[in-house]
């Protein structure tokens, strides 16, 4: 899992915040950079694309350190993943 | 007796049905493809959903175009205001929004391959120019002819991509039903009926049920 092979757009948000639930919805950035497999410029451009979307937030603990957790639209968006990839498949978009 | 009777009010009755439902259906699929859309972002979600939307308004507008045809001939009154009837705002509101609709649907298939910087910007100059025909000519035959025109190329661009990637798609099928069917329709708006009536409801059976099967498919992955 930790090995994300070449997917689109929608399956790369997929699978990072995939990393993210699956590492107890906390997670440090640097971890989740190493996890996704992908290049510290492509995670920045879709780190920030899920933070604009609001799938994800930043926390900070007592000791100032900074970690990862998903929103509850980030949750959605797990839950939905399949049927959204299922509907475009369906009508080819 | 009118030289030209449109149709009846009975008619009146079966198109006034036939408009309710294709607009209920295109607007829930509207609607049901919010949340999708809401959560991706996705471009071709973005221009399937809107398609509907736009036809719902396309439809609307053809039933009150022969809704004031038929008001005038049937019943010998017209309650459109005369500015109403004048400008033809029902014709040329059907012409701007089925054009939207025909362009929106055919990019929401094509767009990976042929990417439009502003494609929403240059569909409504297009339509507006569609539209435009319709205003000036005052007539609806021009804009069936427009719209044929329209539907051809799209037909054929889309065709072009889907020969290229080698497979056939009932999808696509069924699009160019539900388009055609839509041309088919716009002859009811026309001062004689080239289509006799009980033809005509068969067609408007078959598009229902074309999307009705849209309708299925897209109920089936937004639950």
């Not at chain 2, 439902?21 to 996705?42: A, G, Q, S």
């Not at chain 2, 719902?56 to 009837?85: G, N, Q, V």
């Not at chain 2, 435009?132 to 661009?157: D, E, M, N, W, Y």
């Amino acid at each position: 899992m930790d090995k994300i092979r070449r997917r689109d757009r929608l399956g790369m948000i997929f699978d990072i915040l995939d990393i993210i639930r699956h590492h107890h919805n906390s997670i440090k950035p640097t971890p989740l950079l190493r996890h996704s497999n992908l290049s510290s410029q492509s995670f920045s451009e879709y780190f920030n694309e899920l933070m604009d979307k609001g799938f994800i937030k930043e926390i900070t603990d007592d000791n100032g350190k900074k970690f990862i957790t998903l929103t509850d639209r980030g949750f959605r968006y797990l839950e939905k993943y399949k049927l959204i990839s299922g509907f475009i498949e369906e009508f080819e978009l | 007796m009118p030289p030209f009777q449109l149709i009846d009010p009975i008619k009146l009755a079966a198109e006034l049905g036939y408009t309710l439902i294709v607009v209920f259906l295109c607007l829930m699929i509207f609607f049901k493809t919010r949340e999708i859309y809401d959560l991706t972002r996705h471009e071709g979600i973005n221009y399937f959903r809107i398609t509907f939307l736009f036809f719902a308004l396309a439809y609307i507008f053809r039933f009150l175009h022969i809704f004031s045809i038929l008001e005038k001939i049937t019943f010998d009154t017209d309650s459109m205001m005369d500015i109403f009837r004048i400008f033809q705002f029902p014709l040329v509101f059907n012409g701007y929004f089925s054009t939207l609709a025909i362009l929106s649907l055919t990019y929401s298939i094509i767009w990976k391959k042929l990417h439009i910087k502003h494609a929403l910007l240059l569909f409504n100059v297009i339509a507006v120019l569609i539209s435009g025909i319709a205003f000036f000519s005052r007539s609806p035959l021009l804009l069936i002819l427009a719209q044929a025109v329209l539907l051809i190329f799209t037909i054929i661009l889309a065709c072009y991509f889907y020969i290229r990637s080698r497979k056939f798609s009932q999808l696509f099928l069924l699009y160019v039903l539900f388009l055609l069917f839509w041309v088919v329709n716009l002859f009811a708006l026309g001062p004689r009926r080239f289509i006799p009536f009980e033809i005509q409801t068969v067609f408007q059976i078959i598009s229902i049920a074309v999307i009705g099967i849209i309708y299925y498919k897209v109920a089936r992955w937004t639950k």
